[in-house]
């Protein structure tokens, strides 16, 4: 027999024709009313039984966390929190569930942390939490397509595999097929690249960006929506070593452009999530509230989840240059009174996410796009100013997450990128096809790469970012 999802039972109205549902079981009570859930929302659907017409060999097995089909009547619902229900004529249990192990899991219906659930990573999407966090993110996925698409944007697959790095700060993970012990060496002792499978030094990729630079070089406009992979040794909340990465390409667009892309676009799927994730958003924004309530009032927001997500839509990032932001840090009370880790001395400083999140949190208060970075701490590929120190380079920061995008006109002028590639150390025989498109009719362009997981934890207000991904990969954790 078919059934329906229970998102679509739901929004019904009542009728005595029968509907059929599967899901898990989340509660059994009083022998009576089983709530529900098929993962389609994060709403049970309430089936109540009349024991006396079931045997008890099947109630028995009604159980937290079995899976079970129910067909009945869709009635209006007497009980409080939802405006239907089903009154069971048929129910089958499909699997069991044994309470004595469900009770050692985090199935069992009680309050768990964070940290238990990401231990049992693969049951926690079961659990009202990962299940708002999951569905929001497929939805926020669909947003980001969407808006390329529509504004006329082509979808490119970079690489996985790849002989180069992108970034150029040799944080990559080596794709070999060598055995570990014994390796061919060459003459001078080094492990011999040229009998692994490509023949060549490979890793998994850290960006999209070079290859998605040569379609931009054709196709106009393209993104790339695909995993990225970086052997940082970073263990904070915003770092992953396998994370998704959005990286749009635009020819014949300057860095202007590029900051009202990100713009644009970073409102849109906020948006998106805000008329599409309606149900999520509520729970994830009283879980929120429930979680700071153990939070000194100081350090508790001010606005509401879902407040903090239209606020970004209704109002302009605010552009600020470097040069302009190092001013206000070093003049900043933090900075004075050394409450900064790292102390803003001099202009050429890198900005930690502690500088980034006061800009953003307690300076300006809003989203802030950072442009016009030393030369020296960006990357190589970044579009030289006449300064001769500032390259054309923007981050975008967001409250709560520091660093969102981050991005760059490119430099499109043959013989400033060859010195840069040069001086900076870049293998030039590796990258000579890159070096190639300044050749064949280079033009202005420019992109930006946001981390998806990063978007994620802002839009679901989830503090960890292993939270927001199925199977987090950070170092020492590769589970599951
Ligand atoms: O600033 P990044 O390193 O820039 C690039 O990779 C460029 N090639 C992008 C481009 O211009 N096409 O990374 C871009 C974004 C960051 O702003 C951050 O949101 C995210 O990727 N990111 C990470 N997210 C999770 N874990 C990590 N280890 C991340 N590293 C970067
Ligand atoms: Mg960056």
């Known amino acids: 027999m078919k059934h329906t999802d229970i998102i679509t039972v739901l929004k019904s109205e009542p009728s005595l024709h029968e509907v ?81 192990e469900v009770k050692l899991t985090i199935l069992s219906p009680k309050r768990h942390s964070l940290e238990k659930l990401r231990e049992q990573a693969h049951l926690r999407v079961r659990t009202n939490t990962f299940g708002a966090v999951m569905r929001v993110r497929s939805k926020l996925s669909f947003a980001v397509h969407q808006y390329f698409q529509e504004n006329g944007f082509y979808y490119m697959n970079a690489p996985i595999i790849t002989g180069s790095d992108a970034e150029g700060a040799g944080e990559m993970f080596r794709v070999t097929a060598l055995p570990p012990t014994n390796p061919p060496l060459d003459d001078a002792g080094n492990v011999n690249y040229k009998e692994d499978f490509f023949e060549k030094e490979t890793n998994l990729t850290v960006s999209g960006q070079l290859e998605a630079e040569t379609y931009a070089m054709g196709l106009g406009k393209v993104y790339t929506f695909g995993p990225t992979f970086r052997a940082e040794n970073s263990n904070t909340s915003r770092h992953l070593a396998e994370f998704w990465m959005i990286e749009p390409e635009v020819a014949f667009c300057d860095l202007d452009g590029n900051m009202d892309l990100a713009e644009d676009f970073i409102k849109y799927v906020v948006k998106y ?35 903090k997500l239209s606020f970004i839509g209704e109002n302009n990032f605010k552009r600020v240059s470097y040069t ?33 999140r006061f800009l953003v949190e307690k300076h300006f208060k809003c989203p802030v796009i950072l442009f016009d970075y030393p030369a020296d701490i960006k990357s190589f590929y970044m579009r030289l100013n006449d300064d001769g120190k500032t390259v054309r380079a923007m981050d975008v920061l967001f409250p709560g997450i520091g660093e969102i995008v981050g991005g760059s006109q490119r430099e499109e002028r043959y013989d400033v990128l060859l010195q840069k590639m040069e001086t900076m150390g870049i293998p030039k025989d590796e990258l000579y096809w890159y070096l190639d498109l ?26 960890n970012i292993r939270d927001v991904i199925p199977y987090p990969r950070s170092p020492g954790n590769a589970e599951f």
């Open 438 to 463: 300044r050749k064949f009719g280079t033009c202005v362009h420019s992109g930006f790469g946001l981390g998806f997981e990063r978007l994620v934890q802002f839009v679901t207000g989830m503090g």
């Open 273 to 307: 999530a805000l008329d599409n994730c309606q149900d999520d958003l509520e729970f994830l924004e009283n879980r929120l509230v429930d979680e700071e309530k153990s939070k000194p009032q100081a350090e508790r927001s001010d606005m509401s989840l879902r407040d």
């Open 20 to 100: 059929t549902v599967r899901g898990w079981v989340r509660s059994f009570r009083s022998n009576r009313f089983i709530a529900v859930n098929d993962g389609s929302t994060i709403k049970n659907i309430q089936c109540v039984v009349d024991f006396e017409n079931f045997e008890e060999e099947t109630l028995k097995n009604i159980t937290t966390g079995a899976s079970i089909e129910v067909t009945g009547a869709l009635v209006e619902s007497q009980g409080a929190g939802q405006t239907v229900e089903i009154q069971v004529t048929k129910v089958a249990v499909l699997g069991t569930a044994d309470p004595e």
């Open 324 to 356: 302009e932001a190092i001013e206000i840090l070093r003049n900043s009370k933090p900075n004075k009174k050394k409450k900064f880790k790292y102390i803003i001395n001099e202009w050429g400083a890198d900005l930690q996410s502690e500088h980034e």
